[in-house]
């Protein structure tokens, strides 16, 4: 079966998701035969280097042989088993490990993000409901921010082009700015501008603190909102608020943990700790669908006690799945064999070398970067930019998909210097013929 075959009966078969399927009659997605490194290849043999890590989850490449080998052995012991009534050895040991790098030391899992968003705010509610204080039912979160897109998670998250339509179904939340330093002055520093934006969730909460559950905030990079990069600063100063008004902070990683940003986890960079963790993506280095949220002791002392319904009941059928444990457990031992925080860096100073002619091009504004991720946003682009761009480039090898007129880079850590001199040099080129 070639590409064409696959695609005229993935066309009348498949519903894809965040897309207008009638585009695909214009743009076809690509038909992916296997996958070896940063590397997709198509049923007809082409190649196309992974520079978005397959939505972000990817780590440590396709068919990597030592998370192969962990769900292989886990295969031939148990594929899953129900997680209320029974345990096993890959969620604890996956538990244990997750509590000992986070420093929040009760995991509890799902298996994608959005349930984890959902996950975290119903516990919020949940724990000042069980310590006396029910009013606190509302949530804050910040603009252009993405938690998810089940009812919940959309009701937190502030992208219109997802959450307008579903208005009618969602709950109100409060939006404050966001510390995105492209937003600060000419003359301000992203220091100085996530302290402006600070104030504004400080006035937020001095008057709503008696009627907010939680913040929930995307620590360092919003993903969604085209790799709007912040200060640290932001997230040191939004603890000490946090404690002083009593409201919960969700640290929503989903997208930046696992080093993604240059540390294991991004709030190690403003040294917090949040009271909630949300995790998923890369947990299982892009092979199964696993999330977890991590709680800390106080929140869990609220809801252990005799009463049934002052535990937290909520459940999903694939709970804990042993194989993605196992999946998640191997990545955690790749990151301590391979020292991969420590490789990254170096990796990432490179990049940033390689990509100089593209930062100085003169349709390049706003380049940034954040530990392994790197973003520009482009001027005089047409409206049609972000999939001009991404035809042209899979036209040379690269498949990339540009958020809007932002084109960004969020390769798997395997990647190597020729791959990286390849995303460097096709993406210089398309900014030529613009
Ligand atoms: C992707 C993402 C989510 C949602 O995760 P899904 O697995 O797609 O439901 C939530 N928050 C952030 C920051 C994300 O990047």
């Known amino acids: 079966m070639s590409n064409a075959d696959w695609l005229s009966r993935s066309h009348t078969a498949v519903w894809h998701p965040c897309t207008q399927m009638k585009h695909l009659e214009q743009i076809p997605p690509l038909p992916v035969a296997r996958g070896e490194g940063a590397w997709?290849?198509?049923?007809?043999?082409?190649?196309?280097?992974?520079?978005?890590?397959?939505?972000?989850?990817?780590l440590f490449g396709h068919a990597n042989p030592r998370i192969n080998a962990a769900i292989v052995d886990q295969l031939g012991r148990i594929e899953h088993v129900m997680l209320a009534g029974c345990t096993h050895a890959p969620v604890v040991e996956l538990s244990e490990r997750l509590a000992r790098l986070s420093g929040l030391s009760h995991a509890f899992y799902a298996s994608d993000g959005a349930s984890a968003t959902e996950i975290a705010l119903k516990m919020s509610f949940h724990f000042w409901r069980n310590r006396g204080r029910p009013h606190k039912t509302g949530f804050v979160s910040l603009q252009n921010g993405y938690h998810g897109e089940t009812l919940?998670?959309?009701?937190?998250?502030?992208?219109?082009?997802?959450?307008?339509?579903?208005?009618?179904?969602?709950?109100?939340?409060?939006?404050?700015?966001?510390?995105?330093?492209?937003?600060?002055?000419?003359?301000?520093?992203a220091e100085?501008?996530?302290?402006?934006?600070?104030?504004?969730?400080?006035?937020?909460?001095?008057?709503?603190?008696?009627?907010?559950?939680?913040?929930?905030?995307?620590?360092?990079?919003?993903?969604?909102?085209?790799?709007?990069?912040?200060?640290?600063?932001?997230?040191?100063?939004?603890?000490?608020?946090?404690?002083?008004?009593?409201?919960?902070?969700?640290?929503?990683?989903?997208?930046?943990?696992?080093?993604?940003?240059?540390?294991?986890?991004?709030?190690?960079?403003?040294?917090?700790?949040?009271?909630?963790?949300?995790?998923?993506?890369?947990?299982?280095?892009?092979?199964?669908?696993?999330?977890?949220?991590?709680?800390?002791?106080?929140?869990?002392?609220?809801?252990?006690?005799?009463?049934?319904?002052?535990?937290?009941?909520?459940?999903?059928?694939?709970?804990?799945?042993?194989?993605?444990?196992?999946?998640?457990?191997?990545?955690?031992?790749?990151?301590?064999?391979?020292?991969?925080i420590a490789a990254n860096r170096a990796k990432a100073v490179r990049f940033t070398e390689l990509l100089g002619s593209v930062a100085a091009h003169p349709h390049v504004r706003h380049f940034r970067h954040t530990g392994m991720i790197w973003a520009f946003d482009v001027k005089q682009s047409s409206p049609h930019f972000a999939r001009d761009f991404h035809q042209q480039a899979l036209a040379q090898g690269l498949f990339i998909r540009p958020i809007g007129n932002t084109?960004?880079?969020?390769?798997?850590?395997?990647?190597?210097?020729?791959?990286?001199?390849?995303?460097?040099?096709?993406?210089?080129?398309?900014?030529?013929?613009?």
């Open 40 to 58: 997709l290849i198509d049923y007809d043999g082409r190649r196309y280097l992974d520079a978005t890590s397959s939505w972000w989850v990817n």
């Open 152 to 189: 919940g998670a959309l009701s937190v998250t502030d992208v219109p082009l997802f959450k307008d339509v579903y208005a009618p179904l969602l709950r109100l939340s409060h939006q404050v700015i966001s510390p995105d330093w492209r937003q600060a002055d000419p003359d301000e520093s």
């Open 192 to 340: 100085a501008y996530a302290w402006r934006a600070i104030a504004q969730m400080e006035d937020f909460l001095a008057e709503c603190a008696d009627t907010t559950a939680a913040v929930i905030v995307e620590p360092l990079v919003q993903g969604a909102a085209g790799m709007a990069m912040y200060h640290p600063i932001y997230l040191t100063r939004l603890r000490e608020l946090c404690d002083k008004y009593q409201v919960h902070l969700i640290a929503d990683e989903i997208a930046v943990g696992f080093g993604r940003t240059g540390t294991f986890f991004a709030c190690e960079q403003a040294d917090i700790r949040p009271d909630f963790l949300c995790l998923s993506k890369g947990i299982t280095g892009g092979y199964l669908p696993l999330s977890c949220v991590l709680a800390s002791d106080e929140i869990y002392a609220a809801f252990y006690a005799d009463s049934t319904a002052r535990g937290f009941l909520h459940s999903h059928s694939y709970t804990g799945n042993p194989l993605a444990c196992r999946a998640a457990l191997a990545v955690l031992d790749i990151f301590d064999q391979d020292d991969v």
């Open 407 to 434: 084109v960004y880079f969020m390769p798997p850590y395997v990647i190597e210097e020729a791959e990286m001199r390849l995303m460097a040099d096709v993406t210089l080129n398309l900014l030529q013929t613009l």
